[in-house]
């Protein structure tokens, strides 16, 4: 409980987490303002189109979850914290734990912060949160945003260095998954099983066509599992990562 | 009390801390000195349990750093003050260090007032000088009032007014029955603040006695002397087997004390205008000790010696 108050203590001082928190909420918030606003007869709007932009606020998201640790590396506030705290796995367990519970709120804050302002800019559109498939799309936005956040940290502690560690997430959420479709053959089974892809599922994936025209979200994810199931996939993979990030710090120098 | 036995760290070919055994007593101040390179930080960081060591082990009052439990309690380290978030406030930065050992957060502005920063309490650290920073740095060290404290390089850059402060500080901690230990390169600083001195060379143990012994022991006592007859001392002094250097028109010989070099200068007629011992100094004693294990060697008496030698061939 010690060093949890201590993580939150240390994030918070700090205005990096502030900035990234108001430029996660303007970036999904706003782009759902757009999409509100442009909708017409034709193109109507709709819960999952509300959610159009999760994806920017979860990249901004794992950036502070990046720096969170790779600042602290930066700056020999680690070998600091090391020094107060000796025993590193339960530092880093802590910190992960406040990163997270971070993530996860601005993730709420923005899913229904952006049905909230399309709800309010188109209000004769049908909105109403009835659904499983509705309910996920924006409840589920916390989720991922938490569980990315874990997946981030790990890679922070790993490479320790903001740059490298802000690049490799970018590449990988934006690039690497989007690129391996363009493999002959194999390219889309691939794809349908890459964590990124995964966390997508759980947002817009499983439409349910029963009450409404859905076509206009955002596109359905292709991931190989079903909507939760393919969640708990993205959080073995952050796990994963972070049991490596957990292993190595214990090994390596301060 | 420190005790490290056999402390070894190696990185890769690399042997940066050599089987390394010293005490560090309480109630003292103990210089940990050698040149840049020698080890001294690594030693440091291995502990306090931020590096581990290859072989090897050190103890604090019989427990590793990493078996104690709220160990800012039993130690205090300034090993770098820019360890510090640039964007957080000196009371954040000691706030959460004070949370994270279960020290009530009044000893905050406890520590604040002692270092003299207590003005600056809410400036962000980042914007701090270096002789703020180490104060700040200090004041973490504090934090958990402490019975070892460990400083590494702790009046690096500081202006005399710092250094005095410090030098001030350390003693008072050491009155006060704390083990102090003070990694230094500056011998001079070292003379004035240690009572004790830990000497290393290339990670190995080179010394370890009181200041005063290591000063005593290590810089041999010589005399000087100047007489218009310097030829026939020369030759006497030659005989009687001591060893001599000529500096300019007087001779520095060693191995032989004040009164016999008189007496042998009265035996062979030759008249003295000088005859005056020479103490060594720490400095000395210290590149003495130390000449054959700096790390980088700056080549500036070979490169000398080789411009010499070619001069001498065009000539």
Known sequence: MTLLAVERMKLLTTRSPWWCAALALALTIGFAALMAATADARVPVTVGASQFGYTFGMVVVMVMAALAITTEYRFGTMRATFLAAPNRTPVLFAKTAVVALVAGVIGEVAAFGSWGITKLLAPNADLALQTPYEWRAVAGVGLVYAVAAVLAVGVGALVRQSAGAISILLIWSFLVESLVQLIPRVGDDIHRWLPFTMADKLITGDPDPSGRDVVYGPPPSDAALGPWPALLYFAGVAALVFAAAVVTTNRRDA | MIEAVGLTKRYGKTVAVDNLSFTVPTGRVTGFLGPNGAGKSTTMRMILGLDTPTGGSVHIGGKSYRDLKNPLR????????????????????????????????????????????????????????????????????????????????????????????????????????????????????????????????????????????????????????????????????????????????????????????????????????ELSPQRGSLEEAFMRLTGDSVEYHTDIADEAAALLSTEGVKR
């Open chain 2, 74 to 273: 039993t130690v205090g380290a300034l090993l770098d003050a820019k360890w510090v978030h640039p964007n957080r406030s000196a009371r954040a930065h000691l706030a959460w260090m004070a949370k994270s050992n279960r020290i009530a957060a009044k000893r905050v502005d406890e520590v604040l007032d002692i270092v003299g920063l207590t003005a600056v309490a809410g400036k962000n650290a980042g914007g701090f000088s270096l002789g703020m920073s180490q104060r700040l740095g200090i004041a973490g060290a504090l934090l958990g009032d402490p019975q070892v404290l460990l400083f590494d390089e702790p009046v690096n850059g500081l202006d005399p007014e710092g250094i005095l402060w410090i030098r001030k500080f350390m003693h008072r901690l050491a009155d006060e029955g704390r083990t102090v230990f003070v990694s230094s390169h500056l011998l001079s600083e070292m003379a004035l603040t240690a009572q004790e001195l830990v000497v290393i060379g290339r990670g190995k143990l080179i010394s370890q006695s009181s200041t005063e012994d290591f000063v005593a022991q290590a810089t041999e006592n010589t005399v000087l002397v100047r007489s218009p007859q310097l030829a026939d001392l020369r030759a006497a002094l030659g005989r009687a087997g001591v060893s001599i250097r000529d500096e300019g028109d007087s001779l520095v010989v060693s191995g032989m004390d004040i009164a016999e070099i008189g007496e042998l200068a009265a035996r062979s007629g030759a008249v003295l205008h």
